[in-house]
Nanobody, 116 residues
Framework: QVQLVESGGGLVQPGGSLRLSCAASGYIFSINGMGWYRQAPGKQRELVAQ???????NYAGSVKGRFTISRDNAKNTVFLQMNSLRPEDTAVYYC??????????WGQGTQVTVSS
């Protein structure tokens, strides 16, 4: 049974940093790309960062230069380092495949709140 478990969220002041983790079980992690999504209240879920199985990355314009996605295939884990956080980064963050046909059941997500 495939399961995605996100962690690492919390409350942080503007300008602060957080590192999110996503552990994938029951999934051939190493040969697939992964992405981080976020959903703010009243807004659609959006893809903010993605990484291929070979480590190539791509970012949404709103987070480029502030967020870094990485992966550890041996641990079936993908990370999102978030720096220079802004109030508009407040959302629930999820990981999943960036390819619709390979989408997995969504995990519970991890809440990130940026506020002073």
């Amino acid at each position: 049974q495939v399961q995605l478990v996100e962690s690492g969220g919390g409350l942080v002041q503007p300008g602060g940093s957080l590192r999110l983790s996503c552990a994938a079980s029951g999934y051939i992690f190493s040969i697939n790309g992964m992405g981080w999504y976020r959903q703010a209240p009243g807004k659609q879920r959006e893809l903010v960062a993605q990484i291929t199985n070979r480590g190539s990355t791509n970012y949404a314009g709103s987070v480029k230069g502030r967020f870094t996605i990485s992966r550890d295939n041996a641990k079936n884990t993908v990370f999102l380092q978030m720096n220079s956080l802004r109030p508009e980064d407040t959302a629930v963050y999820y990981c999943n495949s960036p390819v619709l046909s390979k989408r997995l059941p969504w995990g519970q997500g991890t809440q990130v709140t940026v506020s002073s």
